[in-house]
């Protein structure tokens, strides 16, 4: 005779959620609030006088062209980012993936990179491209080419699109790995026997069974472009030459910091989360139902 179980209430469940909860209010719901209030205010330089003009900051902000202009800037930017990061990085998997003999040290020698901090990064690519000394740019000019990414904008743009990119390929690698050698080996060769070719096998069968995989890379790399190339952009090239890689996240700090418009800042960077958040939201509600699970 089966008896039902009653369970009386416990504090437990409630602790273990607590350590999580208690870090998402104090380093994602507080400062997100304190942003949204301080995005409502015009303050001085000093902080001396504080009033509060409710939208204004965010009218100015879309009547101003440097900011209408960052925002294309910061779609190329995260679009190339995102695309040739994921890109090298499924290339990179799919060699890994045939690697018998060695295979552990090659792995090994393409996730480096992701220990790799964003400064650091950035002034490795800055020392191969410098205009002066860089080795990058000596076999450029051996080839007759003078590259200035100082002076030339687009250059710049390129370059720090590349740092970024590289930056992340290791940890887009470890994940399509994971996904190539979770697909059954029998149905590749299953496909071989029936006279499927490489090309074929990849994109009938392997990238499909990688959609899911690859529509949770889509996301996070979306928000590391958007968010966490601040500190390779900072190095580099400090959103030039003239803005031309001052992106969105970096004109919330070169205008909050170094503009000492606080308002303003606090009106972009909640710009800056609704546009991730939507971008989020799109993702999941379109993209997704193309991912075969």
Do not use: C
């Not at 209430?9 to 999580?20: E, G, W, Y």
């Not at 901090?117 to 410098?130: I, K, R």
């Not at 700090?253 to 972009?268: N, P, R, T, Y």
């Amino acid at each position: 005779m089966l008896k039902n179980v009653h369970f009386g209430p416990s504090v437990l469940p409630f602790l273990l959620v607590a350590p999580q909860i208690i870090v998402t209010i104090i380093f994602f719901i507080w400062p997100a609030g304190q942003a949204l209030y301080q995005s409502l205010l015009i303050q001085d330089a000093f902080g001396l006088s504080t009033e509060f003009v409710w939208l204004e900051n965010f009218v100015t902000l879309f009547d101003e062209e440097q900011y209408r202009n960052s925002f294309g800037r910061t779609i190329v930017f995260s679009s190339l980012v995102a695309f040739l990061s994921m890109s090298f990085a499924l290339i990179l998997a799919v060699l890994a993936d045939r690697v018998i003999k060695g295979s552990g040290t090659y792995r090994t020698l393409l996730i480096w990179p992701y220990a790799v901090a964003p400064v650091t990064a950035g002034a490795l690519w800055v020392f191969m491209f410098d205009p002066t000394l860089g080795i990058v740019t000596y076999g450029l000019s051996a080839m007759g080419y003078d590259w200035n990414h100082k002076l030339n904008g687009s250059e710049a743009m390129a370059l720090v699109v590349m740092a970024a990119a590289w930056k992340q390929v290791a940890y887009n690698f470890l994940f399509f790995l994971a996904g190539l050698q979770s697909i059954p080996k029998s149905l590749i060769e299953a496909a071989a026997i029936d006279g499927a070719g490489p090309v074929k096998r990849f994109r009938d069968i392997i990238f499909p069974l990688l959609s899911p995989t690859t529509f949770f890379l889509l996301v996070i790399n979306i928000v590391y472009a958007f968010f966490d190339t601040f500190g390779i952009v900072h190095v580099m090239t400090a959103g030039g030459p003239a803005g031309a890689t001052n992106i969105l996240v970096y004109k919330v700090f070169s205008d909050g910091f170094v503009g000492l418009d606080l308002g303003g800042s606090a009106a972009q960077s909640v710009i800056l989360m609704i546009i991730v958040i939507g971008l989020t939201v799109i993702q999941f509600k379109y993209v997704e139902k193309k991912v075969a699970y």
